[in-house]
């Protein structure tokens, strides 16, 4: 499974960007996605994951200000950033949960996957 992620820049707090990450390869056997973020000097954190059924989860810290939704039809995930602020200024990663074992025909490694990381920078 491969992840390609656009969509991130520089915005002044109180912006708006949408991330989008598409998933090409094996994609049968991708279960959740979701987006990742790591700041300079601090841990990769979780902001935001989806399931295939669309139930979706949120680090408190974004709840209310960002929305993450999913075309599986395109294995395309996307994570709608309203009301920035300069804390969440970061490197944002895609992520792919894979399934394990045989799906239709395909052997799933029930690893992670991620995107290269595209940057967001919010300024004051």
């Known amino acids: 499974v491969q992840l390609v992620e656009s969509g991130g820049g520089l915005v002044q707090a109180g912006g708006s960007l949408r991330l989008s990450c598409a998933a090409s390869?094996?994609?049968?056997?991708?279960?959740?996605m979701g987006w990742y973020r790591q700041a300079p000097g601090k841990e990769r954190e979780m902001v935001a994951t989806i399931t295939g059924g669309s139930s979706t989860n949120y680090a408190d810290s974004v709840k209310g200000r960002f929305t993450i939704s999913r075309d599986n039809a395109k294995n395309t995930v996307f994570l709608q950033m309203d009301s920035l602020k300069p804390e969440d200024t970061a490197v944002y990663y895609c992520?792919?949960?894979?399934?394990?074992?045989?799906?239709?025909?395909?052997?799933?490694?029930?690893?992670?996957?991620w995107g290269q990381g595209t940057q967001v920078t919010v300024s004051s």
């Open positions: 390869g094996d994609t049968i056997c991708i279960s959740k």
């Open positions: 992520n792919a949960r894979s399934k394990s074992g045989f799906n239709r025909g395909i052997y799933c490694l029930g690893t992670d996957y």
